[in-house]
């Protein structure tokens, strides 16, 4: 194994403030493996996986668990929310259920909600616009991992060596300015450590075998807590219960390091053979900055129609072709006011406000709906607060997109276009994600005008439907996406419920983008059951996902 051999900075230092940089072993974080004998209890953890002992001894403590599924998923990336359970759990901190929110994103009824909220002074949270906020279901990043786990030891930080971060990877900035002295001290502890590229990849994110190993290795030796610079008043709180230990450690004594003319080529990891080539992959189609895909994204099951905010442009991608073209521009849209129009003065309506993009499937029409806040006649006169409501009409086989006046507003008439329902039939069906972890499919009862529960899904009883960030639908079915499981689940009328072959995690490749998406709750676009449109909000780009 590569070993960084200590470096004395004469170059840059006076001989008087000589400072030794100590050499970490990469890899370091998953030395000293567990010493019992394990069973295997998952299908994807076969005896010869790397983190096979790991997974094995946290399961046993209840830190970690896998899915109904029997497999674990160990190449899966790891959410700020597990993250949250499985590090509380593994340190023993205090679990109860806010009275209050910690953060704006995280409702006190989630089931992550205890886990984030014991784990508040530990793991950090992000600013937004003022608000603060956790975006549980995103990736953790290796360097809040390594920030969490320095804060738990309680190691101090204050006598912290940043610049061992620059003597060892060469991708030192890629780790925030706020979190390098604690990386710092969780290389020097043994906590992390980086890859044999020399790149410690500060805002990547974390599996779930990695993420049990290195919690296996910060409590392996049981409680050596000790205070640290910025912890709150409370003493750093030590696991409830030793870990246990079958026999007494023994020491190893360290290597010395060795000098080579040429570090050693490493071996070609296990398997040998070539990788299978997977059958779909997930590319960039266009990038895009929409501020809510429900209201702002709609289809006709042969384009997409989106509104961008960064330009105030109406888009249509057809998902054959995957062309754009920009259809209206929002900025410059204006109108005659036919019930103000006089013989000498013709008004116009300006200024529109959009508040939802919708396409009518009765009327097989694309409808723009928003407000228009000023009212101008030809001589330049206006008044800004005169409030128009409307429903537009910008369809028309688009012709009307090309001309100069684009055509008569519709009255609104205070009805929500709500877009998201299947009419089958004399039937109106609707999925709906409830705030109380219960998703239902419900049909509209035209007879005593409300929406009856066809089925109901416990998010506790199915992980599809807890940790699912994406809804679509497509041939009268519905389409759940959970980016950390990878799996899509089709939900029919009848509420079958069938997985699909397409599993971003297992047998789809990534072109342009080191990860998949996941986290915040979107809507997805379906050609067919092979090809997925999707808007990724954290690379404010839609993308597709489609057969080879």
Known sequence: ??????????????ISAMTAVNAVDYGAEYANKPT????????DVPTSHWAF?????????????????????????????????????????Q???????????????????????????????????????????????????????????????????????????????????????????????GLVSGYEDNTFRGQASISRAEATAMLWRAYQYGNDNKTFDNLPTTAPITPTAAPIVTQAPVPVETEKPVVTAAPTEKPTPEPTEAPQEKPYVMD?????????????MT????????????????????????EVTSLLDVSEFEVEAEDKKTDEVTEHYKDFNIKQLYYDETTNSLLMKGTFSRLTDYYGLSDKYAWYD????????????????????ITFSGQELTGFEIKSGNNVYRFIKSSLNINELERYNFNTGRWEVLSSWNAEQ???????????????????????????????????????????????????????????????????????????????????????
């Open 1 to 14: 194994m590569k070993k960084l051999i200590s470096l004395i900075l004469a170059s840059v230092m006076p």
């Open 36 to 43: 019992k004998t394990y069973t295997q209890k998952f299908n």
């Open 53 to 93: 002992s790991y997974i094995g001894e946290m399961t046993e403590r209840e830190v970690v668990s896998g899915y109904p599924n029997g497999n674990f998923y160990p190449d899966n990336n790891v959410t700020r929310a597990e993250f949250a359970r499985i590090m509380t759990s593994a340190s023993g901190l």
């Open 95 to 189: 679990i109860s259920t806010p009275t209050q929110r910690d953060f704006s994103d995280v409702a006190t009824d989630t089931w992550y909600a205890p886990y984030i909220h014991a784990a508040y002074p530990y793991l950090s949270g992000y600013q937004i616009y003022g608000g603060s906020y956790y975006k549980p279901d995103t990736p953790a990043l290796r360097e809040d991992i390594a920030v969490a786990l320095v804060k738990l030891k309680g190691y101090d930080t204050l006598g912290a060596d940043e610049s061992l971060l620059t003597a060892m990877f060469t991708d030192a900035s890629s780790i925030s300015g706020d979190a390098r002295k604690y990386v710092a001290v969780a290389l020097e502890r």
């Open 284 to 296: 960039t189609v266009t990038k895009a900055d929409i501020s809510d895909t429900f209201s702002m």
């Open 299 to 322: 289809t006709d099951g042969e384009n997409v129609y989106y509104y961008d905010d960064s330009d105030k442009n109406i888009y249509s991608l057809n998902m054959a072709s995957e």
């Open 390 to 409: 409307a429903v537009v009409n910008i369809s028309d086989d688009c012709e009307i997109c090309n001309e100069d006046e684009p055509g008569e507003p």
């Open 462 to 548: 199915y992980d599809f439907i807890r940790y699912a960030s994406y809804l679509g639908y497509y041939d009268n079915c519905f389409y759940m996406w959970q980016p950390y499981s990878g799996e899509i689940t089709k939900c029919e009328l009848n509420t079958k419920l069938t997985i699909m072959d397409i599993n971003t995690q297992e047998n789809v490749e990534i072109v342009d983008f080191t990860k998949s998406p996941s986290g915040v709750k979107e809507q997805m676009f379906l050609k067919n059951k092979n090809t997925v449109f999707f808007y990724d909000r954290n690379a404010s780009a839609i993308r597709v996902i489609k057969e080879r």
